[in-house]
T-cell receptor, first 119, second 112 residues
Framework: GAVVSQHPSWVICKSGTSVKIECRSLDFQATTMFWYRQFPKQSLMLMATSNEGSKATYEQGVEKDKFLINHASLTLSTLTVTSAHPEDSSFYIC???????????????FGPGTRLTVL | GENVEQHPSTLSVQEGDSAVIKCTYSDSASNYFPWYKQELGKRPQLIIDIRSNVGEKKDQRIAVTLNKTAKHFSLHITETQPEDSAVYFCAAIYNQGGKLIFGQGTELSVKP
């Protein structure tokens, strides 16, 4: 149980275009999902907390108009990188908590990540 | 603010030796401290975690200790093997809202 998937696993796009990344909880409902970005040889940096049915909470320094998050259902959150530029090239990872895990509710389950390359 | 410091950034040991990675956190209200192993291009894999109501937890060759007073927690790997080579991250949960803040990572190299 507690499986999180992401799609696509990798994407290459031209500068100025928008890219949508999907994060799905496959066998549980996630009211909260998290989006991280990881540059090469660096740590995971939390970008935003995605809440089902409400606006996402962005971390300081993350542009909400550039990184659009939509959590329209209990099993799907999407991250859209708008007007992508080469500096947005990174590894984007989502995670979710499984509310069924009473007593282990803080554990997060990570998706496999999406490698974005902007040319 | 929300901060997790991790040391060392790189660690090289001989096969069979022990490896210790240390982290400190800033929010005294944090109550969950996971450790992850990440291989290149892969998702972080939870290897062990500890909650604030215990001071130590062990799972075979891996152990974690927590000192809440000092806001320190450490990962101990004994009898290291080459397949333990990876990047290890500590993390702490903040604001009870579930968001994890990660340490900077430690690249562990186990030499045969």
């Amino acid at each position: 149980g507690a499986v999180v998937s992401q799609h696509p696993s990798w994407v290459i796009c031209k500068s100025g275009t928008s890219v949508k990344i999907e994060c799905r909880s496959l066998d549980f409902q996630a009211t909260t999902m998290f989006w991280y970005r990881q540059f090469p040889k660096q740590s995971l940096m939390l970008m935003a907390t995605s809440n089902e049915g409400s606006k996402a909470t962005y971390e300081q320094g993350v542009e909400k108009d550039k990184f659009l998050i939509n959590h329209a259902s209990l099993t799907l959150s999407t991250l859209t990188v708008t007007s992508a530029h080469p500096e947005d090239s990174s590894f984007y990872i989502c995670s979710a908590r499984d509310p069924r895990l009473a007593g282990r509710g803080n554990e997060q389950f990570f998706g496999p990540g999406t490698r974005l390359t902007v040319l | 603010g929300e901060n997790v410091e991790q040391h060392p950034s790189t660690l090289s040991v001989q096969e069979g030796d022990s490896a210790v990675i240390k982290c400190t956190y800033s929010d005294s209200a944090s109550n969950y401290f996971p450790w992850y192993k990440q291989e290149l291009g892969k998702r972080p894999q939870l290897i062990i975690d500890i909650r604030s109501n215990v001071g130590e937890k062990k799972d075979q060759r891996i152990a974690v200790t927590l000192n809440k007073t000092a806001k320190h927690f450490s990962l101990h790997i004994t009898e290291t093997q080459p397949e333990d080579s990876a990047v290890y991250f500590c993390a702490a949960i903040y604001n009870q809202g579930g968001k994890l803040i990660f340490g900077q990572g430690t690249e562990l190299s186990v030499k045969p």
